[in-house]
């Protein structure tokens, strides 16, 4: 399974950006795909995550990200808006996700890196 992500860039704070991710390979619609992120010397950061029918987000972000996803391209989306200088970062897609103590993903993508300039 090859996860491709793209999307990334530079913006100013309060700006939009949305990133799209390709899944290839021998996959599944049922299963929960979903996004990451890491700020430099931070840990990673569970950031959305999308089922067939529902919707996971981290704290930091509900009501400014959504996510989605369109599985006759195999492919998820996220949009991002009212961006804040915090969300620099390194947003990787991963696919074959399930919760355990904490979300856990078995198929990563290399990321994209999203940067917001105050």
């Known amino acids: 399974v090859q996860l491709q992500a793209s999307g990334g860039g530079l913006v100013q704070a309060g700006g939009s950006l949305r990133l799209s991710c390709t899944v290839s390979?021998?996959?599944?619609?049922?299963?929960?795909m979903g996004w990451f992120r890491q700020a430099p010397g931070k840990e990673r950061e569970f950031v959305a995550i999308?089922?067939?029918?529902?919707?996971y987000y981290g704290d930091s972000v509900k009501g400014r990200f959504t996510i989605s996803r369109d599985n006759a391209k195999n492919t998820i989306n996220l949009q991002m808006v009212s961006l804040k200088p915090e969300d620099t970062a390194v947003y990787y897609c991963?696919?074959?996700?399930?919760?355990?103590?904490?979300?856990?993903?078995?198929?990563w993508g290399q990321g994209t890196l999203v940067t917001v300039s105050s």
């Open positions: 991963a696919t074959r996700c399930a919760y355990r103590t904490d979300w856990v993903c078995d198929y």
């Open positions: 999308i089922s067939l029918s529902s919707t």
């Open positions: 390979g021998r996959t599944a619609s049922t299963y929960y």
